[in-house]
């Protein structure tokens, strides 16, 4: 490498690819950014969206605040509702269901919460022991008020949205407001420095576009990362069996129109269903293996689990859409001054959806480190790519936890638990498991893409027994666990009063929306109509700490700092 172009500054940013990873990184990058930095995102007239990844976790709230989007406008353009996290039912037999919240438990970072639970309430479900959220979700409560500013919350939530409408609204937001260069067209051919590092790129129309980094969310094309750089694909599919996904867009029934703050996933004899509600329609779809079910099998059983619950929702009036992926990620994710994130990066399933959350993750990781030249590139890809493979890890781990721990009697079901199909790191976890529960000391990364709290909610959802542990738990403990309990069970009436459902949260939201300047323009990052607010507060039946640290004018400061990078806690 030469000296010049080692210690030439990192200015251009060239995002391949649009949908909601590419206008993602081009709205982080172009919000975070220095003046002196440019952002430009190319994308095919052609490839539409794929439009399924329709749930996120807390950490999208941080991200659309970073970009400048109001939650206002995000919710009713893109039909949103509120994920306040994952349930889970028929996973084990028995009409078996168990929630994965996304509020950790009470007391959690003080006690041994696992011990208490087994000593003070081990006939309880253990979401409910330590915590009101899945109680809530349970009574179809949302996670905030009228009242409650933008990403604000009472309990902690993300969101479920319509995929191809956040694609738009980003799309729009980042050409109108943060003044990104949209180019339309194909990418014919790629041109490299001597080292290797990519100069410019040559649309087929002949538009030259040259950058300093480019960020590859060309999906799984792989335009850069792939079939420039030929990077290796590294399969995971003799761990995670699925490799199939059927899609349907279902309209709510008359009797059946409940916007649940949850994604419910339902265990079938063939695979999984996802079930995602937003405001004008849910997202269903089923994931399966091609060697365990054919897809006619898959379509049937899908169209059965809709029928149930929609009966007007004939087959013949629903399009389908099938999916095909190889589960896996990338061998590198960072090469020379190319950068992959989305689907060119990698993708394993959409259980928990992890797909989003992973590349907020890389846009955060990469603006903290952001290259400023080639030498420094040099580094920080090499630590980039070291922690991400690392995080890769973790998602298969934690996504195989909840298959291993089924006791289902299908093939399907059984090929998923078989223990030649389980990684050695999450083999050893359940050994050590059986006879101490998961805490911080099992996950030693600054910021695990699933807290130990996380293992916890899923094992012991899923009835797994872990021996109780050799220390005495002491009377101070036994006492603060009580204590924790005992309030609990005294503020819950009022959650349960003052907590709006979501049907009328979000139907307030879209009237509001609807006598509000950003049906034609957009506000100011996290500004909120503070007359419509007022004049909601009495729809409240009284206040309930709305956790946010402090207000400029109405707006929430940042991010509560008790929470963690992810948003999980």
């Not at 941080?62 to 009713?76: A, H, Q, V, W």
């Not at 078996?96 to 009470?106: I, S």
């Not at 265990?267 to 509600?277: F, K, L, R, S, Y």
């Not at 006598?515 to 109509?529: A, E, I, M």
Request: charged share 20%.
């Amino acid at each position: 490498m030469r000296d010049n172009e080692s210690h030439k500054n990192i200015n251009r940013v060239v995002v391949i690819g649009g949908g909601t990873a590419g206008w993602l990184a081009a709205g982080v990058l172009a919000a975070k950014l220095s003046a002196e930095n440019s952002v430009t995102l190319i994308e095919s007239p052609a490839i539409p969206t794929i439009g399924v990844g329709e749930g996120s976790w807390p950490s999208l709230k941080e991200t659309l605040l970073d970009i400048g989007i109001s939650e206002l406008e995000f919710l009713s353009v893109c039909h949103g509702s509120y994920k306040q996290g994952s349930s889970f039912a028929n996973w084990r037999k028995g009409e078996h269901k168990y929630y994965h919240p996304f509020t950790e438990p009470a007391g959690y970072r003080e006690i041994d919460i696992h011990a208490c639970w087994q000593a003070i309430a081990p006939t309880e479900a253990y979401e409910n022991a330590f915590s009101i959220q899945a109680a809530m979700c349970e009574a179809g409560k949302a996670p905030k008020q009228a009242t409650t500013p933008d990403y604000a919350h009472v309990l902690n939530y993300g969101y479920h949205f319509d995929a191809t409408a956040l694609a738009t609204l980003l799309k729009k937001h980042c050409i109108n407001k943060l003044n990104v260069t949209h180019v339309v067209g194909h990418i014919a051919s790629v041109n490299s420095h001597q080292n290797g590092y990519i100069k410019s790129v040559v649309g087929d129309n002949g538009h030259v576009t040259e950058g300093d980094l480019f960020i590859d969310c060309s999906g799984s094309n792989g335009l850069l990362i792939d079939k420039h750089f030929k990077v290796p694909w590294v399969s995971v599919e003799h761990i995670m069996l699925n490799n199939r996904a059927v899609a349907l867009q279902v309209p709510y029934s008359d009797n059946d129109s409940a916007i649940e703050s949850t994604t419910l996933a339902t265990a079938h004899p063939c695979g999984w269903t996802w079930d995602i509600a937003l405001q004008h329609r849910r997202g269903v779809g089923l994931v399966y293996s091609s060697q365990l079910a054919s897809d006619e099998q898959a379509y049937k059983t899908l169209i059965n689990y809709v029928s149930r619950r929609y009966p007007k929702a004939l087959a013949e009036a629903l399009t389908p859409r099938t999916l095909a992926f190889e589960p896996g990620h990338r061998e590198h994710f960072w090469v020379k001054n190319c950068l992959s994130l989305g689907m060119s990066s990698g993708f394993v399933e959409p259980l928990e959806a992890s797909a989003i959350a992973m590349v907020e993750l890389g846009l955060r990781m990469l603006c903290e480190g952001f290259p400023q030249t080639q030498e420094h590139m040099t580094i920080v890809s090499k630590r980039y790519n070291q922690r991400f493979r690392y995080r890769w890890r973790r998602v298969i781990d934690f996504l195989k936890l909840h298959y291993v721990l089924s006791d289902r009697d299908e093939p399907y079901w059984r090929a998923q638990r078989d223990m030649t199909t389980v990684p050695e790191s999450l083999r050893e976890l359940l050994t050590l498991w059986k006879y101490q529960s998961p805490s911080r000391l099992d996950l030693i990364e600054n910021e695990e893409i699933f807290p130990s709290a996380s293992y916890q909610y899923v094992l012991y959802g899923m009835g797994y027994r872990t021996l109780p542990n050799s220390l005495r738990l002491s009377e101070e403990d036994m006492q603060k666990a009580s204590n924790i309990r005992e309030k609990l069970q005294q503020t819950k009436p009022s959650y349960f009063q003052a907590l709006p459902s979501n049907n009328a949260l979000l139907k307030s939201l879209a009237e509001r929306y609807a006598t509000s300047d950003l049906v034609n323009s957009q506000c100011p990052s996290g500004q909120t109509d503070k007359a419509s607010s007022a004049n909601n507060a009495s729809k409240d039946n009284g206040n309930i700490n709305n956790n946010v640290e402090s207000y400029r004018d109405g707006t929430p400061n940042k991010k509560d700092t008790q929470y963690d990078r992810i948003g999980f806690r």
